[in-house]
């Protein structure tokens, strides 16, 4: 265990911009991610209420699944 510690800070001294844009990279992809489900959520309740709009509280034709 104390090589492949001494083998990371080695790695982390000799290539500081590699190892920050490594970070960089998977904050912006863990981000993009949670905005991606956070848009699809909101899409949906978007979609149900113009749906619910446009036709009222019916229910004869329309099933809104949560």
Known sequence: ??????????FLK???ILTISCFFS????TILIVEMFN?????SA?????IK????????GIVLVR
């Open 14 to 16: 000799c290539s500081k």
């Open 39 to 43: 848009m699809s959520l909101n899409a």
């Open 26 to 29: 998977v904050f912006i992809g």
């Open 1 to 10: 265990m104390s090589s492949l510690k001494s083998i990371s800070l080695r």
């Open 46 to 50: 978007s979609y149900r209420n113009s």
């Open 53 to 60: 709009s446009m036709y009222g509280d019916c229910d004869a």
